[in-house]
């Protein structure tokens, strides 16, 4: 039994040293942070930040109405600007689902349900009962078939007869508005044209889209292509756009979707000029990331990169809407929202727009902090930390003198809906302690990893060594590996005196 457990012994020192020596070589060769981020563009299922992904997007849909205070004082000329009161936020929680249809070493193919679950947040919303809230809004059906149609000629005196018990102001609840509004003639029309007779905010916004990404995955494509688009649905380009539209054709017009990203994740490494742009499906586009400054969050240094920039020109297939030339800090997504309605985009409040603004409306209070959209990525993950998706639904309304004269009022503005702004929610606590230990910990701890691994393996030579050798302690094993010389004492005992007494005492005598 002692024979068999000394030999037990030897085989585990041999096998933890043989480990220690093989960690060690392969240390030598590679980066641990570099393997860590080649096992994270390979997207296998195991991997522990799988489940995140998964089921993202995840976080807060804050929507913001405007409420027109004056709206009879206006019409009636006794105010010269309509003025707007801000109601929100009204607060709705927010989780996707991205299921995985196909699978290879160099790409995934996922279908992504955008808004799988939706819950109302009360606690969170600017009032409980907000939903119960009676409001008055502009009538966006109104505003938006008059603008529509502006251009057909012969078109006013028809339009005005079938609209002549449509109001410009239109008084309801917040739920109204942002999930059941209707009316009547638009039901008419309905039933008539192919038309979707519910003009709700948000029924509109969250409805399922069909969205299928084919995207690179795999250490074939490099780093800097991890999830950035093949195809969307099969194709190259956002079909929404393409469609009766020839001038969106052009190559400068940003609906083409290869190397672009879904905003979920992005290469890894990044650097502060990383050519980076996202698929806004909402708005039927390709949007450029740029690079504004560094900026902590959740104990992680991050890049924050801005969607929009202020007074941006628009691209020259997205600068008007229906005739209507647009403002700088705008642009055409008229092909993205319900029956083609004339509408543009903006930062909320009509921040970083040329639009004068004042010129038509008080109670608008444009500023950075509250109204600039932007993403917090984590270079060397490629990882969202944190975003702030912020824009805002305009209608731009052309000459309307032909119309009649509750419209002709609203001549060329450009009208405010509602904004929206997506606040993505922390990540889960393990995917956050994964990423610190990855940025913040791993590159400074290989060399002592590595330390650790010699020093381990060089215990198991020694130990091997003294064992095999019978040695008692390490001390015996150097006196033997050394050969160090015994020194033996030996007492030899001589019967003669070496000098006679009695010799001695007659020399000192004399």
């Known amino acids: 039994m002692g024979h068999t457990c000394f030999w037990l012994k030897i085989v585990a020192i041999a096998l933890f040293g043989l480990l220690n020596i093989y960690l060690f070589v392969i240390s030598c060769g590679i980066n641990y942070q570099y393997a860590a981020a080649q096992e994270q563009v390979r997207f296998r299922d195991e991997m522990p930040t799988m489940d995140s992904w998964v089921n993202s997007p995840f976080g807060k849909l804050k929507s913001y109405l405007f409420n027109v205070t004056n709206g009879p004082e206006f019409l009636s000329g006794r105010d010269a600007r309509i003025k707007l009161q801000q109601i929100g936020p009204i607060v709705y929680k927010i989780v996707g689902y991205n299921n995985i249809l196909n699978r290879t070493e160099n790409s995934v193919t996922y279908r992504k349900h955008r808004y799988r679950h939706i819950q109302f947040v009360p606690e969170e919303s600017v009032s409980p009962d907000i939903l119960n809230k009676t409001i008055v809004q502009f009538n966006s059906f109104l505003l938006g078939a008059a603008a529509k149609y502006c251009q057909i000629p012969f078109t006013s005196m028809g339009f005005n007869a079938l609209t002549l018990g449509e109001q410009v102001f239109m008084t309801g609840s917040v739920y109204y508005f942002l999930w059941e509004f209707t009316r009547p003639t638009l039901e008419l029309f309905g039933k008539m044209l192919p038309l979707a007779t519910n003009c709700g905010t948000l029924y509109n916004a969250l409805k399922e889209k069909e969205e299928i990404y084919t995207v690179n995955i795999g250490t074939e494509v490099g780093m800097e292509n991890f ?4 195809s969307l ?148 993950t490629g990882i969202p930390i944190n975003e702030k998706y912020r824009f805002q639904s305009n209608t731009p309304l052309p000459d309307f003198s032909s119309y009649s004269r509750k419209l002709t009022k609203l001549s060329n503005m450009i009208v405010p809906g509602f904004w929206y702004e997506f606040d993505m929610d922390h990540l889960p606590t393990h995917v956050l302690y ?50 160090a010389p015994v020194v033996q004492l030996e007492t030899i005992l001589n019967p003669r005196p070496q000098h006679e007494p009695k010799l001695t005492t007659e020399l000192s005598l004399k």
């Open 227 to 230: 999830f950035r688009i093949q």
């Open 233 to 380: 649905n099969g194709e190259l380009r956002i079909q929404e756009r393409v469609k009766d539209n020839p001038r969106n054709l052009g190559d400068n017009c940003p609906i083409y979707v290869a190397d672009s990203l879904d905003n979920s994740l992005y290469p890894l490494f990044l650097e502060r000029n990383s050519s980076l742009s996202i698929l806004a499906t909402e708005s039927c586009r390709v949007l450029p990331l740029r690079y504004q400054r560094d900026q902590e969050h959740d104990g992680l240094n991050s890049f924050r990169f801005t969607l929009l920039q202020a007074n941006e020109t628009a691209p020259k297939c997205m600068d008007s809407t229906y005739g209507v030339k647009l403002p700088r800090g705008m642009f055409d997504v008229s092909k993205c929202v319900i029956n083609d309605a004339p509408s543009a985009f903006s930062m909320p409040h009509f921040y970083g727009s040329s639009y004068d603004w004042r010129q038509h409306f008080e109670g608008l209070s444009p500023n950075a902090e509250q109204h600039e959209p932007f993403i917090l990525l984590e270079p060397n």
């Open 434 to 483: 994964i990423m610190r230990f990855n940025v913040n910990w791993l590159p400074h701890l290989q060399p002592y990893l590595m330390a650790l691994q010699l020093l381990c393996a060089l215990w198991c030579v020694l130990s091997l060594a003294r064992r095999c050798s019978r040695s008692r302690s390490y001390g015996e094993l150097y006196r033997k590996l050394c050969g």
